[in-house]
Nanobody
Framework: QLQLVESGGGSVQAGGSLRLACEAS????????MGWYRQVPGKQRELIAS???????TYADSVKGRFTISRDNAKNSLYLQMNSLKPEDTAVYYCNAVSTGPLGNPMDSWGEGTLVTVSS
């Protein structure tokens, strides 16, 4: 199967930057797209950025102009550059991959998450 491991979380002050990384292993050949989600206690998980194999990326309005998603297929890695961080960005960030099963069914894979804390 597919395994995802995030890294790069930490604590920063408002206006600072962090770069998250996600390394994929296992059945990487079936991945169609990858993305970053975030979640705070009591709230639903939110999609903040996604990228397809061709390189096209989409962003949530809350992070447009501040976050940049990228991928390195040779290293099986996904990245999220986060600039101009705000306290509202505080959350656990999760790496996600959408894969296609043998019957064409979509499958989601998740990392364990990495905590980002932004103080004011």
């Amino acid at each position: 199967q597919l395994q995802l491991v995030e890294s790069g979380g930490g604590s920063v002050q408002a206006g600072g930057s962090l770069r998250l990384a996600c390394e994929a292993s296992g059945n990487i050949f079936s991945i169609n797209s990858m993305g970053w989600y975030r979640q705070v206690p009591g709230k639903q998980r939110e999609l903040i950025a996604s990228i397809k194999s061709g390189g096209s990326a989409t962003y949530a309005d809350s992070v447009k102009g501040r976050f940049t998603i990228s991928r390195d297929n040779a290293k099986n890695s996904l990245y999220l550059q986060m600039n101009s961080l705000k306290p509202e960005d505080t959350a656990v960030y999760y790496c996600n991959a959408v894969s296609t099963g043998p019957l064409g069914n979509p499958m989601d894979s998740w990392g364990e998450g990495t905590l980002v804390t932004v103080s004011s």
